[in-house]
């Protein structure tokens, strides 16, 4: 297993975060619509699916999350999590963010992904928790939102939170 805990990286917009902030980001809000999320969620998110995309495609010797299951039962999974990154990128250049298209294929899905509305809402209470800390214009926002968007791969089934999901 690779060792990433200090790994620091930068993107065009020269957004710096470690692999901790990108962690803390990135795991409790992937089933959201990335227009929730600030700049610092969005360059977590983008870098971590890419990597969870090389981790479907065995191009990684990184260990598996747990979170890449509903991926997996996709028909065709890379489809699907190059389908995820395409509406994460499509949000990054409508906020003017320069982030590299070719890291994914142009080979997408139009079928979903079930998740639940449990886990849904758990994620935008934690990104509402973040936001204050980080980025009080967009926590104000989602003051008055009672359920958001998922990410458009995804569809919206009755149920509580993900096991997976529940940051301790």
């Given at each position: 297993?690779?060792?990433?805990?200090?790994?620091?990286?930068?993107?065009?917009?020269?957004?710096?975060?470690?692999?901790?902030?990108?962690?803390?980001?990135?795991?409790?809000?992937?089933?959201?619509?990335?227009?929730?999320?600030?700049?610092?969620?969005?360059?977590?998110?983008w870098r971590e699916e890419l990597l969870a995309r090389?981790?479907?495609?065995?191009?990684?010797?990184?260990?598996?999350?747990?979170?890449?299951?509903?991926?997996?039962?996709?028909?065709?999974?890379?489809?699907?999590?190059?389908?995820?990154?395409?509406?994460?990128?499509?949000?990054?250049?409508?906020?003017?963010?320069?982030?590299?298209?070719?890291?994914?294929?142009?080979?997408?899905?139009?079928?979903?992904?079930?998740?639940?509305?449990?886990q849904i809402s758990y994620e935008l209470e934690h990104l509402r928790?973040?936001?204050?800390?980080?980025?009080?214009?967009?926590?104000?926002?989602?003051?008055?939102?009672?359920?958001?968007?998922?990410?458009?791969?995804?569809?919206?089934?009755?149920?509580?939170?993900?096991?997976?999901?529940?940051?301790?």
């Amino acid at each position: 297993m690779l060792n990433y805990s200090t790994y620091r990286w930068i993107t065009d917009q020269k957004l710096y975060l470690t692999y901790q902030e990108q962690a803390d980001v990135y795991h409790e809000v992937r089933s959201l619509h990335p227009k929730y999320l600030d700049s610092k969620g969005l360059v977590a998110l983008w870098r971590e699916e890419l990597l969870a995309r090389a981790v479907l495609m065995n191009k990684t010797r990184l260990q598996e999350p747990s979170q890449l299951e509903r991926f997996k039962k996709a028909e065709d999974p890379v489809a699907a999590i190059d389908t995820y990154l395409l509406n994460v990128y499509k949000e990054t250049c409508s906020r003017g963010y320069r982030f590299n298209k070719d890291k994914i294929e142009d080979r997408f899905t139009k079928s979903t992904i079930k998740v639940i509305n449990g886990q849904i809402s758990y994620e935008l209470e934690h990104l509402r928790r973040k936001l204050r800390l980080r980025d009080s214009s967009r926590s104000s926002k989602l003051e008055g939102l009672t359920f958001p968007l998922p990410n458009p791969v995804f569809s919206i089934v009755e149920g509580d939170v993900e096991p997976w999901g529940v940051v301790h």
